[in-house]
């Protein structure tokens, strides 16, 4: 009776050991890819054959990952091997084709070469996501309990592949806000988002541009203190770009001791001319009485309306967000008359300034100059209207 109790004991502590090594390999795999949810799939695919190699007791691990969805941006299917130290690679490169040529189902160990190899399809939520392979010398290494531990932590990879993807794509998302919010006010960045899952593309927009300067600058450099100027910019570009944000704009780029804005681009609203109208005002105000620029270079402001080719262009991690076009141009050539604290709109702007909801709120702000402004490379002369007072209540 004795004896009986001590081996039903032994082998319940053999199956209390066994289940133990499970949960371990589980957990390990788990707290890989907790721990590497921003390394590369290949690099997680490492860690994870590691792991199964030295749970399993296996002469060998294939590993073949494809990314879950169908989108034209999803990187290539990986597939990778590990070998024990000290065991032949026999059979491992007819087991690498058939996992990547064929689908395996769940069954039994197939003998390729001198090894035995299990093939297993990785699904998880209805998807394929890979294939595991292991594979031994021996014939009998695959006894049902360790075949039940194998068909155990296959399951498990198959969902452990889909979070990590998931996982990926959070982050790129996050990448991507943070990107947008260089250029766009906290208004519109959910807007895009709730469009598109990607940047926004380089499109056709009509757009009102302005381009903001600061007169004397250049003089200020040859003088002044690289620390003090450098201070200034600072202060111009926070508080410019606070007030660009504040209108729903979008800050499409600084250069040197100015900077251009959009309006309408890549949200178009009806009222984008007296936004970015709005927004120069605010800065002349902002600019004159910041202690800061008391002494300093003053602000000129030039505005103008036109189509624009507009989206981020660049490659992999140096992206911004542009816009190109003549009336562009045609803003940064009407800037460049402008005088220190003078903001200068061309007709294009105001004639949608008096179809705009805000038509009636502009009596007495704009006053035509003396005469309309040729620029070389351009046609015909444009009449510009300049701000004079403040915005009827």
């Given at each position: 009776?004795?004896?009986?109790?001590?081996?039903?004991?032994?082998?319940?502590?053999?199956?209390?050991?066994?289940?133990?090594?499970?949960?371990?390999?589980?957990?390990?795999?788990?707290?890989?890819?907790?721990?590497?949810?921003?390394?590369?799939?290949?690099?997680?695919?490492?860690?994870?054959?590691?792991?199964?190699?030295?749970?399993?007791?296996?002469?060998?691990?294939?590993?073949?990952w494809q990314?879950?969805?169908?989108?034209?941006?999803?990187?290539?299917?990986?597939?990778?091997?590990?070998?024990?130290?000290?065991?032949?690679?026999?059979?491992?490169?007819?087991?690498?084709?058939?996992?990547?040529?064929?689908?395996?189902?769940?069954?039994?160990?197939?003998?390729?070469?001198?090894?035995?190899?299990?093939?297993?399809p990785l699904?998880?939520?209805?998807?394929?996501?890979?294939?595991?392979?292991?594979?031994?010398?021996?014939?009998?290494?695959?006894?049902?309990?360790?075949?039940?531990?194998?068909?155990?932590?296959?399951?498990?990879?198959?969902?452990?592949?889909?979070?990590?993807?998931?996982?990926?794509?959070?982050?790129?998302?996050?990448?991507?806000?943070?990107?947008?919010?260089?250029?766009?006010?906290?208004?519109?960045?959910?807007?895009?988002?709730?469009?598109?899952?990607?940047?926004?593309?380089?499109?056709?927009?009509?757009?009102?541009?302005?381009?903001?300067?600061?007169?004397?600058?250049?003089?200020?450099?040859?003088?002044?203190?690289?620390?003090?100027?450098?201070?200034?910019?600072?202060?111009?570009?926070?508080?410019?770009?606070?007030?660009?944000?504040?209108?729903?704009?979008?800050?499409?780029?600084?250069?040197?001791?100015?900077?251009?804005?959009?309006?309408?681009?890549?949200?178009?609203?009806?009222?984008?001319?007296?936004?970015?109208?709005?927004?120069?005002?605010?800065?002349?105000q902002q600019?004159?009485?910041?202690?800061?620029?008391?002494?300093?270079?003053?602000?000129?402001?030039?505005?103008?309306?036109?189509?624009?080719?507009?989206?981020?262009?660049?490659?992999?991690?140096?992206?911004?967000?542009?816009?190109?076009?003549?009336?562009?141009?045609?803003?940064?050539?009407?800037?460049?008359?402008?005088?220190?604290?003078?903001?200068?709109?061309?007709?294009?702007?105001?004639?949608?300034?008096?179809?705009?909801?805000?038509?009636?709120?502009?009596?007495?702000?704009?006053?035509?100059?003396?005469?309309?402004?040729?620029?070389?490379?351009?046609?015909?002369?444009?009449?510009?209207?300049?701000?004079?007072?403040?915005?009827?209540?």
């Open positions: 009776m004795d004896q009986i109790i001590s081996e039903h004991f032994h082998r319940l502590h053999r199956e209390v050991a066994d289940r133990t090594g499970e949960l371990s390999a589980i957990c390990e795999l788990l707290e890989l890819a907790a721990a590497r949810f921003d390394a590369s799939r290949q690099e997680a695919a490492a860690g994870i054959m590691e792991i199964v190699l030295r749970h399993t007791g296996a002469d060998s691990v294939i590993l073949s990314t879950a969805g169908n989108g034209t941006n999803e990187p290539e299917p990986l597939c990778l091997s590990l070998t024990a130290a000290g065991a032949p690679e026999v059979g491992l490169a007819a087991a690498k084709t058939l996992l990547t040529t064929a689908t395996p189902a769940a069954g039994e160990p197939r003998r390729l070469g001198e090894h035995s190899f299990l093939l297993l699904t998880a939520a209805g998807e394929r996501l890979g294939c595991l392979g292991i594979g031994h010398r021996q014939q009998d290494f695959f006894s049902p309990a360790r075949l039940r531990f194998i068909n155990l932590l296959h399951k498990e990879l198959g969902s452990i592949f889909l979070l990590f993807d998931k996982q990926k794509k959070l982050l790129a998302a996050q990448k991507s806000r943070e990107q947008l919010k260089q250029f766009f006010s906290p208004e519109i960045v959910p807007e895009i988002f709730a469009a598109t899952t990607d940047l926004p593309g380089v499109k056709t927009a009509a757009a009102t541009i302005l381009f903001a300067d600061l007169r004397g600058f250049s003089s200020l450099t040859e003088t002044g203190e690289a620390g003090g100027i450098a201070c200034l910019l600072n202060c111009f570009y926070r508080e410019m770009s606070r007030i660009v944000f504040s209108w729903q704009g979008t800050l499409e780029r600084f250069v040197g001791d100015g900077f251009l804005a959009l309006f309408g681009a890549p949200t178009r609203r009806s009222d984008d001319p007296w936004r970015a109208l709005q927004a120069a005002i605010q800065m002349q600019w004159q009485q910041q202690t800061i620029a008391a002494d300093g270079p003053p602000l000129a402001v030039g505005i103008h309306s036109g189509e624009v080719m507009a989206g981020f262009l660049g490659t992999g991690e140096l992206l911004t967000y542009t816009a190109v076009g003549d009336p562009v141009n045609t803003c940064h050539r009407i800037t460049t008359i402008a005088a220190g604290n003078q903001i200068l709109v061309s007709a294009a702007t105001v004639r949608q300034l008096e179809q705009s909801p805000h038509a009636s709120r502009l009596a007495g702000l704009l006053a035509p100059c003396k005469q309309a402004q040729s620029f070389r490379g351009m046609r015909k002369a444009l009449d510009l209207y300049q701000v004079v007072g403040q915005p009827a209540k």
